[in-house]
């Protein structure tokens, strides 16, 4: 156990060990879509005499960024929504901040100024590395994005030469048209605001699944306390015999697995000069970690018996364990409203002690998604609603809790795995809490049904809505 523990540190930070740094000098501004999108709702509740903090949240979520080309995002957005004097005070702010250099480089070895540091590029003809003493370089683009900025708010629209103004407008895209359309102009700033129809849809739309997703599992979670009060339903998990390791050490052999396709990432990313590719080779890579999940085969284990055992069956017939995992996962939503919730508390507690942190948290698949092509889309939606719900209900609810439920009870392997799943997602000790509470759920399912189609049936359910408000959203930000 020593040892898988281990191995579980070890994968949630494999990323961040050995995935390369990104070469960013002079690349685009990123985050600008979601920021016109909460710019839009903040028009939307505007016109109904309801202004919300949209545009806050949008700088919030700027401000993750450690990019200075994205943080000055937040300068035109802090124009639009606070004016002038705000915009000002965050350009200061920005300007002042110390860079990406870690803090053991020293000052005199650092280019200036150092507000505008990024990690220098890799040697166009060769691949090589910046050598350390010139990893950090000056992105030049960011500090003409300064200076059009500064000109914009302290001389006004009229003293703003044509190619800043151009510059803002290529570079920043929707937030760079509004700040640069002269507030006189109401027309044209009006039309900027076209799109205000889709960003009011998405509201609607994220309120109707709202109301009927949580009306359902109400439903459903009643339903099913009732069933168990009565005791009219049925737990068909058949605990095995203690003994045995086959089973957990498919969680180690698939942990392996994973470092290694990390790894080959890395190597990839060093031999092929193009990112997409690399991106796209990595999602595919992770297709073949499903031969982990047959390490009991390969150990001698018999293919109808490591069916069984990993609840690969449906003696009911398939078609009615999927209906049950619909039917579990909404009955899971009360818990997994309750995750949520500890979440936010332990949010607030955290601030509350700790003071708040550095960078507020992101969300890497939207902006992967924001930024990928439609053939990466496309893997990114496979590898969350296939891949996902096979990979992790086998490994976790098939061989995991089968392992623990020959030793232990209900109560005890539904919140070891639930732990072990959440916390193999490395979103970190805050944000675990509507994880774990899946995790709870799709256990409870496998030992309601002794198969694990309908565990994987809810996590799928789960994903593709989430994938779907992303890409709704998106649709709103485009």
């Not at 860079?99 to 507000?115: H, I, V």
Request: net charge negative.
């Amino acid at each position: 156990m020593t040892l898988l523990y281990l191995l579980i540190a070890v994968s949630q930070n494999m990323s961040s060990y050995i995935t390369p740094p990104e070469k960013q000098l002079g690349r685009e501004p990123r985050g600008g879509e979601m920021a016109k999108l909460m710019m839009l709702i903040e028009r939307a509740f505007e016109g109904m005499g309801a202004p919300g903090q949209f545009a806050q949240a949008a700088f919030t979520q700027i401000e993750a960024s450690t990019h200075p080309a994205d943080r000055l995002q937040g300068v035109l957005l802090l124009g639009e929504s606070e004016g002038v004097d705000s915009a000002l005070d965050h350009l200061a702010t920005v300007r002042t901040a110390s860079g990406q250099a870690p803090r053991e480089t020293p000052e005199a070895s650092l280019p200036s100024p150092r507000w505008a540091l990024v990690r220098a590029p890799d040697d166009p003809d060769t691949g090589t590395p910046a050598p350390e003493d010139q990893e950090y370089v000056v992105d030049d683009e960011v500090i003409l994005d300064a200076a059009a900025m500064e000109t914009l708010y302290t001389r006004g629209l009229d003293e703003l030469p044509d190619d800043a103004r151009a510059r803002l407008v290529d570079r920043y895209g929707w937030l760079g048209r509004l700040a640069t359309t002269p507030e006189s102009d109401t027309a044209a700033r009006e039309a900027l605001y076209d799109d205000l129809s889709w960003a009011i849809g998405f509201l609607l739309f994220v309120f109707v699944l709202l109301a009927v997703w949580g009306l359902a599992g109400l439903t459903m979670f009643i339903v099913a306390i009732v069933m168990m009060a009565t005791r009219r339903l049925r737990w068909r998990f058949e605990a095995p015999a203690p003994g045995g390791s086959v089973f957990l050490e498919t969680f180690a052999v698939f942990l392996l697995g994973f470092g290694l396709v990390q790894v080959l990432g890395v190597v990839a990313s060093k031999l092929i000069s193009d990112a997409t590719v690399v991106v796209r080779l990595s999602m595919a890579a992770q297709w073949m970690l499903l031969l982990t999940l047959f390490w009991p085969v390969l150990r001698g284990v018999r293919l109808r018996d490591w069916r069984g055992a990993v609840g690969w069956t449906a003696p009911n017939g398939v078609f009615r364990e999927i209906l049950a995992g619909v039917a579990g996962y909404f009955a899971g939503v009360p818990i997994l409203v309750m995750g949520m919730i500890v979440t936010v508390l332990l949010t607030f507690a955290s601030a509350a002690i700790f003071g708040e942190p550095e960078s507020p948290p992101s969300n890497p698949i939207l902006e992967m998604l924001q930024s990928a092509d439609f053939v990466t889309i496309i893997l990114l939606i496979t590898l969350a609603t296939i891949w996902a719900p096979i990979a992790e209900e086998t490994l976790f609810r098939g061989a995991v809790y089968r392992h623990l439920r020959g030793r232990a009870g209900v109560l005890v392997c539904t919140v070891a795995t639930a732990f072990l799943f959440a916390f193999m997602h490395s979103y970190g000790p805050l944000m675990v809490g509507p994880l774990i509470a899946l995790g709870v759920t799709f256990a409870l399912i496998r030992e309601w049904r002794g198969s694990i189609i309908g565990a994987m049936t809810a996590h799928c359910l789960h994903n593709a809505t989430i994938m779907c408000l992303m890409l709704v959203a998106m649709r709103a930000m485009a």
